[in-house]
């Protein structure tokens, strides 16, 4: 039972209440953060809703970008809309575990040479969500994305950025445009006073539990209160960094001192006028009388150190509620909890008790990046972790989706500073606790899962507030590189092919919610280039009977239970349904990128109530046909039989026609570019 008060202010201020302001004469009224960014930058508006907006950055990792570089060149299309907003880099598998880990980084690092985009190799490098403001790579009031669930950390300074997958991604590196459905803006203040043992995991861990894991699907989480105000840009960066978990598009906070400072260095390098910006910046801040659709007050004063329980980021309890659990493994590393701060209170832990780790269990230490790894040394805490028995490793994304350093053996229990605990998210039948850096350090030392006392943190929150400040920018290459205009309405008569699909055909059943993409395809085949290779490995970790695979790869469409595809924003889930047979799902929510991948490759989600879901889970028809014209689903079985509309906006139509979004987005970015 999680100890805290919470409470939901709703307000009724949804696109239309909104849109009933305004045509009551209210046109004055204040504007969002999020609103604010999306005027500067929309570029069309379609008939849903859907946004087309310009892009400031555009990053790349080397596991969702060189699929993206093969379908470029196999287009015809290897152009960058400008390799100054471009940043490319090695983090997941870092170094290469394998031949074809290395093959990816060698397909991303002759593919930045080749188009001057700066790209960092092994040894300069970081994990992407830790070293892109370490680099200065974002700013107040900009947009970037990024193939990877986790880009919303960067909301953290007052901007608009998002994961998308592969398909996107190619789509903005070739147009510098992205196409983000309507949002809803949801408040959520933390007030009170914070309990010393409780740290930012512990509040985000907390708001999970209660939204839900969908619930601020296509909304943007704009934290504040007084919490957030008071508390370090490190800490702010963990609980932008798992809004995704809440099925959130992005996590945003407001420009502050504290996010002009920790900025500023890469703000002098970039801009001549960088102290005559600092009233821009601050301009981009929600207005005082801005309308939300929802607000949502937290107050932290009476909240307790918490841990997930069980597969999903949302099962959360508090620590004392598993304690004495035995662990073998403890992590502490990651995007989300892998800063020099989060180092600092492990390392302190363990050198203010003076012990070691427990003789049963093994502990992983990563820093999140090769400057957080040299601060960390400078300072002592490498040799802390060292003597304390820890492993040290250089940045890596590698054990916190199960790919390498780190991996669990089945039936293995891991506290980790991660972000995921889906089902064989570190290893094939290992459990992951989710934690903060203090509950994990604390349980390395018991060797059981433990709750760290309110008088050893006292000490170690002190220390950090006595440490000197974190010098997060660091040398870039700013030198502006030469940006070709380019003829999108000649890229396009290269490949004009029409490839539609149809949608019909045998059924398979997966009665299960929150199938997330590591069970669609685990992390550890994500090194593969070829999309071929996914189906075969099309839904592995899912709870499917070996007989019942086979009758999975003779079918072309899934049926199956709510928020269908959370998780990663990796591509390769739905190349391996592709893959493996499956052309369309239907259930009744999917994860949003999961779903934009989907019509991205020009395959179909099609969302039905639970009511219906129920009726065909009964009635098992073995095929359906499906009309997207008339937009009906239609069964016979067994003289029973049904007939159901569903809904499908004009934008995924026509991504349907286009056999997928890239024809579409050269379209789209002729008529913007090149009228």
């Known amino acids: 039972m999680l100890i805290f008060t919470i409470e939901y202010i709703l307000i009724t201020a949804n696109s239309k209440h909104l849109n009933n302001l305004k045509a009551e004469g209210r046109q004055d009224m204040g504007k969002t953060a999020f609103q604010k960014i999306i005027d500067n930058h929309l570029v069309r508006v379609f008939p849903d809703g859907r946004m087309a907006l310009s892009l400031d950055w555009v990053w790349c990792h080397e596991i969702t970008t060189p699929n993206a570089i093969i379908d470029m060149i196999a287009r015809g299309y290897d152009v960058v809309f400008d390799p100054n907003k471009i940043k490319t880099m090695i983090d997941h598998v870092n170094p290469a575990k394998d031949t074809k880990s290395a093959i990816q980084g060698k397909i991303i690092r002759e593919w930045s040479a080749k188009h001057g985009i700066e790209f960092l190799d092994v040894g300069r490098n970081g994990v992407c969500h830790a070293i892109i403001p370490e680099k200065g790579w974002i700013s107040p009031g900009q947009i970037g994305i990024m193939g990877d669930s986790h880009t919303c950390t960067h909301g953290t300074f007052c901007a608009f950025t998002a994961g998308v997958g592969t398909t996107d991604l190619e789509n903005g590196i070739i147009t510098g445009l992205w196409i983000c459905p309507p949002q809803k803006v949801i408040s959520v203040n933390f007030n009170g006073k914070l309990p010393v043992n409780v740290f930012a995991k512990d509040l985000i861990l907390t708001f999970i539990n209660k939204i839900g894991v969908k619930g601020a699907t296509n909304a943007v989480l704009e934290f504040g209160g007084n919490v957030i105000r008071e508390m370090s840009i490190e800490g702010r960066m963990t609980i932008a960094n798992m809004a995704v978990e809440a099925g959130a598009t992005s996590g945003m906070m407001m420009v502050d001192e504290k996010a002009i400072e920790y900025l500023w260095p890469a703000l002098c390098q970039r801009y001549t006028n960088a102290e005559h910006m600092l009233d821009n910046f601050m301009s981009w801040n929600s207005d005082p009388d801005a309308v939300y659709d929802q607000i949502i007050d937290i107050d932290v004063t009476n909240m307790a150190p918490v841990i997930t329980n069980n597969y999903s980021p949302g099962d959360v309890v508090n620590v004392s509620a598993l304690a004495g659990k035995k662990v073998n493994q403890v992590y502490i590393g990651s995007c989300t909890n892998g800063r020099l701060s989060d180092l600092r209170v492990a390392a302190n832990i363990f050198d203010i008790i003076g012990n070691k780790i427990s003789d049963s269990i093994r502990c992983i230490v990563v820093p999140a990046t090769q400057h957080i790894y040299e601060m960390a040394l400078n300072e002592g805490l490498i040799d802390i972790f060292v003597k304390a028995g820890c492993f040290v490793s250089g940045p890596t994304c590698g054990a916190c989706l199960g790919l390498s350093c780190g991996v669990l053996a089945p039936g293995e229990v891991c506290v980790s500073t991660t972000n995921r605990n889906f089902p064989g998210r570190m290893g094939k039948d ?234 579409f987005m050269i379209k789209l970015a002729a008529e913007i570019y090149n009228q």
């Open 430 to 663: 290992g459990m992951v606790h989710l934690t903060s850096p203090a509950t994990a350090a604390f349980t390395a030392i018991h060797g059981v899962i433990s709750e760290p006392p309110t008088n050893l943190c006292v000490i170690v929150v002190d220390r950090e507030r006595d440490a000197p400040e974190f010098e997060a920018a660091i040398p870039t290459n700013w030198k502006e590189r030469e940006v070709k205009k380019l003829d999108y309405a000649q890229l396009l008569a290269k490949n004009s092919e029409d490839s539609k699909k149809d949608f019909s055909g045998k059924v398979f059943y997966l009665p299960i919610d929150n199938i997330d993409t590591d069970q669609i395809i685990p992390a550890k085949y994500l090194t593969e280039t070829k999309k071929e290779e996914f189906g075969k490995h099309c839904l592995e970790d899912a709870p499917i009977l070996a007989e019942e695979r086979i009758k999975l790869h003779q079918s072309q469409i899934l049926i199956t239970g709510e928020n269908f595809g959370c998780g990663s924003s990796r591509e390769h889930a739905p190349w391996a349904l592709e893959d493996a047979g499956i052309r369309c799902v239907i259930a009744p929510s999917f994860a949003r990128i999961f779903e934009n991948n989907m019509f991205a490759n020009g395959l179909l989600c099609i969302t039905l109530n639970k009511v219906l879901i129920d009726r065909l889970f009964e009635e098992k028809p073995d095929e359906i046909h499906i009309n997207i014209k008339d937009k009906e689903i239609e069964w016979l079985e067994k003289k029973r039989g049904g007939l159901v509309m569903f809904n499908i906006s004009d934008y995924h139509k026509e991504l349907i026609e286009n056999g997928g979004s890239v024809n």
